[in-house]
């Protein structure tokens, strides 16, 4: 199983940016997903979640500004991000969290820096 995300790079404060994770090697449809993320010096932190069915949720500290999303047919996961601020930035990881049988999975991270 192989989580690839991309889309991370440099954004000012205000901007946006869409993170993509390409899910290869698991049955991805069946599979709630979510993106964490994890700043300098600091833990690592739920962003957002997704179910197999498109019901989301997300911390505090993004409602409102992120949306996370799924394209099924093409093993895909989003998170669009808007309204940037300097404390989003972070590596952000995607996860696929342990189901029934199916192991827990991290995506490899991709960076996020937002200048202020």
């Known amino acids: 199983v192989q989580l690839q995300a991309s889309g991370g790079g440099l954004a000012q404060a205000g901007g946006s940016l869409r993170l993509s994770c390409a899910a290869s090697?698991?049955?991805?449809?069946?599979?709630?997903m979510g993106w964490y993320r994890q700043a300098p010096g600091k833990q690592r932190e739920l962003v957002a979640t997704?179910?197999?069915?498109?019901?989301?949720n997300y911390a505090d500290s993004v409602k409102g500004r992120f949306t996370i999303s799924r394209s099924n047919a093409k093993n895909t996961l989003y998170l669009q991000m808007n309204s940037l601020k300097p404390e989003d930035t972070a590596v952000y990881y995607c996860?696929?969290?342990?189901?029934?049988?199916?192991?827990?999975?991290w995506g490899q991270g991709t960076l996020v820096t937002v200048s202020s």
């Open positions: 996860n696929a969290p342990v189901i029934g049988a199916l192991k827990e999975y």
């Open positions: 090697g698991t049955i991805f449809s069946i599979r709630p």
């Open positions: 997704i179910t197999s069915y498109g019901s989301t």
